[in-house]
């Protein structure tokens, strides 16, 4: 049951950060997937460390996801204003995707070799989703951008079990 919600309350949530920026209503989605880590986190997770895994993936995605706003990769719909900042609903995608490293996505634990294979090819094909709904825009050539996010989803993924490893989340 709780994979299953896990899984499921984070995919809508990360439909609705993507549609509702669509539709420049950016602060919907957040709120969405905010109401699902709380959910998440009052019903199905027993572990305090799990709050200090979603924060710290919070900064490390914002961090990096700015980074690659500001070094003119990608660009966003539902930004701050004129901010070279990556906008929240970006933040709250890569909140809502840490909470699932102790729950849907635990079968990549001691994997390295697959955790990296999915992040090379599942965080690329993310934004490019995100670029297909208008939400996200390649700001150079596909296969740049391409390269760039899955040498960093590549890296994210195995990264975020390691951290999870070090903070002391046990698996359930």
């Not at 309350?9 to 509702?20: E, H, L």
């Not at 950016?26 to 109401?35: C, S």
């Not at 995100?130 to 040498?151: C, M, N, P, R, Y």
């Amino acid at each position: 049951m709780k994979n299953a919600f896990n899984i499921i309350g984070f995919q809508i949530s990360w439909w609705a950060c993507v549609i509702a920026t669509k539709h420049e209503i950016a602060y919907f989605g957040p709120m969405v997937m905010l109401t699902f880590l709380a959910v998440h986190l009052y019903h199905f997770s027993s572990h305090e460390e799990e709050y200090k895994l979603i924060l710290i993936f919070g900064f490390i995605g914002t961090f990096v996801d700015t980074l690659l706003f500001q070094g003119n990769i990608l660009g966003y719909l539902g930004s701050y204003g004129n901010s070279k900042v990556a906008p929240l609903w970006i933040t709250a995608m890569w909140c809502g995707f840490a909470a699932t490293v102790n729950h849907s996505m635990i079968w990549f634990k001691d994997r390295w070799i697959e955790s990296i294979f999915v992040g090379v090819v599942g965080g690329p094909l993310a934004y490019v989703t995100g670029e297909k709904f208008s939400v996200i825009h390649f700001k150079q050539d596909f296969i740049t951008v391409s390269i760039i996010l899955a040498i960093i989803w590549g890296i994210s993924i195995p990264l975020m079990f390691w951290v999870n490893d070090k903070i002391n989340i046990k698996s359930r």
